[in-house]
C-alpha cells in the first residue's frame, strides 16, 4: 500500500527529512512550516537511531512507499543514514546534506565527526545502558547542562533547553558501524557547511562536500540550524526540490 502523497502540482518531489543523534522530528518544524508555506509535500520521519544498516532500512522502507518523486535531506547522522538508503532509490532525485555526514563504504559517522580538529561533542557525552529485546549496549546522550554550548549555541537559551530534555540517544554501535552505499555517487547533492558548529567540524564537511561534488553553501550556524535558521536550511533544500522536477 503506497503512502498517500498530496501535492498542488503534478510532479512535486516529496521531501523526507531525516534527523540526527540527539534531536528528533519536531527539530525539523521551522523547516517544515516553510516548506508547506511553498506548497511542498513534506514527511519527517522518526530516525530510530538504533544502527546504521536498521536505520537505513527502516528510512527505505518509507521512501519506497512514497508516490512519486522524493527528495531526501539529512541533518548530522541522519545524513548517513539517507546516503546508505536510497542507494538504487528509482524515485530519489536529490539529497540534501545539512551540517551532515556523507561517507564512503568502509568509513562510520564517528570516524568522520573527528578526522578534522574542532568538534567538542565528546566531552560532552555521556552513555547509559539499554536492553533491547536479547540485545543491548550503550546510549549516547548530550549531559544537559552542555548541550547548548556544543549543539545549539546560536538556539534561545529555553528552547535549547526544551531541546536537550526531549533529545533523543543514539546507540553508540551506531556512529562505529561502517557505510556500505554512498548514494551521492549518483544522486546529485546539495550541502550545508555551518562554520560554527562544535558537533562537525566545517572542514570535514568542507572534505566531504568537495568528495561528494556538491552544491555547497556556507552559514554562520551551530549545529542545530534546522532550529535556529529554518529558512536558509528550506531555501537550500527547495534548490534541490527546483532542480529536480
Same mark, same amino acid.
Given at each position: 500500500?503506497?503512502?498517500?502523497?498530496?501535492?498542488?502540482?503534478?510532479?512535486?518531489?516529496?521531501?523526507?527529512?531525516?534527523?540526527?543523534?540527539?534531536?528528533?522530528?519536531?527539530?525539523?518544524?521551522?523547516?517544515?512550516?516553510?516548506?508547506?508555506?511553498?506548497?511542498?509535500?513534506?514527511?519527517?520521519?522518526?530516525?530510530?537511531?538504533?544502527?546504521?544498516?536498521?536505520?537505513?532500512?527502516?528510512?527505505?522502507?518509507?521512501?519506497?512507499?512514497?508516490?512519486?518523486?522524493?527528495?531526501?535531506?539529512?541533518?548530522?547522522?541522519?545524513?548517513?543514514?539517507?546516503?546508505?538508503?536510497?542507494?538504487?532509490?528509482?524515485?530519489?532525485?536529490?539529497?540534501?546534506?545539512?551540517?551532515?555526514?556523507?561517507?564512503?563504504?568502509?568509513?562510520?559517522?564517528?570516524?568522520?565527526?573527528?578526522?578534522?580538529?574542532?568538534?567538542?561533542?565528546?566531552?560532552?557525552?555521556?552513555?547509559?545502558?539499554?536492553?533491547?529485546?536479547?540485545?543491548?549496549?550503550?546510549?549516547?546522550?548530550? %549531559?544537559?547542562?552542555? *548541550?547548548? +554550548?556544543?549543539? #545549539?549555541?546560536?538556539?534561545?537559551? &529555553?528552547?535549547? $533547553?526544551?531541546? @536537550?530534555? /526531549?533529545?533523543?540517544?543514539?546507540?553508540?554501535?551506531?556512529?562505529?558501524?561502517?557505510?556500505?552505499?554512498?548514494?551521492?555517487?549518483?544522486?546529485?547533492?546539495?550541502?550545508?557547511?555551518?562554520?560554527?558548529?562544535?558537533?562537525?567540524?566545517? %572542514?570535514?564537511?568542507? *572534505?566531504? +562536500?568537495?568528495? #561528494?561534488?556538491?552544491?555547497?553553501? &556556507?552559514?554562520? $550556524?551551530?549545529? @542545530?540550524? /534546522?532550529?535556529?535558521?529554518?529558512?536558509?536550511?528550506?531555501?537550500?533544500?527547495?534548490?534541490?526540490?527546483?532542480?529536480?522536477?
Amino acid at each position: 500500500m503506497s503512502m498517500s502523497v498530496f501535492s498542488p502540482e503534478e510532479g512535486v518531489p516529496t521531501v523526507v527529512l531525516v534527523h540526527g543523534a540527539f534531536a528528533e522530528s519536531s527539530s525539523w518544524n521551522g523547516v517544515v512550516s516553510r516548506l508547506r508555506a511553498e506548497a511542498v509535500p513534506v514527511l519527517a520521519i522518526a530516525n530510530p537511531l538504533r544502527g546504521l544498516g536498521q536505520d537505513a532500512s527502516y528510512l527505505r522502507s518509507v521512501i519506497d512507499h512514497i508516490d512519486g518523486p522524493v527528495v531526501v535531506a539529512g541533518h548530522s547522522y541522519g545524513g548517513s543514514v539517507m546516503s546508505e538508503a536510497v542507494e538504487g532509490a528509482a524515485n530519489v532525485r536529490a539529497l540534501v546534506f545539512v551540517a551532515s555526514f556523507a561517507l564512503e563504504p568502509g568509513e562510520s559517522t564517528g570516524e568522520l565527526a573527528n578526522r578534522y580538529p574542532g568538534g567538542e561533542l565528546g566531552t560532552a557525552l555521556t552513555s547509559a545502558p539499554f536492553v533491547a529485546g536479547a540485545e543491548g549496549g550503550d546510549d549516547l546522550y548530550i %549531559e544537559q547542562e552542555k *548541550f547548548r +554550548a556544543v549543539f #545549539a549555541a546560536d538556539v534561545a537559551e &529555553e528552547t535549547a $533547553a526544551q531541546m @536537550a530534555a /526531549t533529545q533523543r540517544p543514539i546507540a553508540a554501535t551506531a556512529l562505529e558501524d561502517r557505510a556500505t552505499s554512498a548514494a551521492w555517487r549518483s544522486i546529485p547533492s546539495w550541502t550545508m557547511v555551518t562554520r560554527d558548529d562544535l558537533a562537525i567540524p566545517a %572542514e570535514s564537511m568542507r *572534505f566531504m +562536500a568537495r568528495r #561528494a561534488q556538491s552544491s555547497t553553501v &556556507e552559514i554562520d $550556524a551551530s549545529h @542545530a540550524v /534546522t532550529v535556529s535558521q529554518p529558512d536558509a536550511v528550506a531555501d537550500l533544500i527547495l534548490a534541490a526540490v527546483r532542480a529536480s522536477r
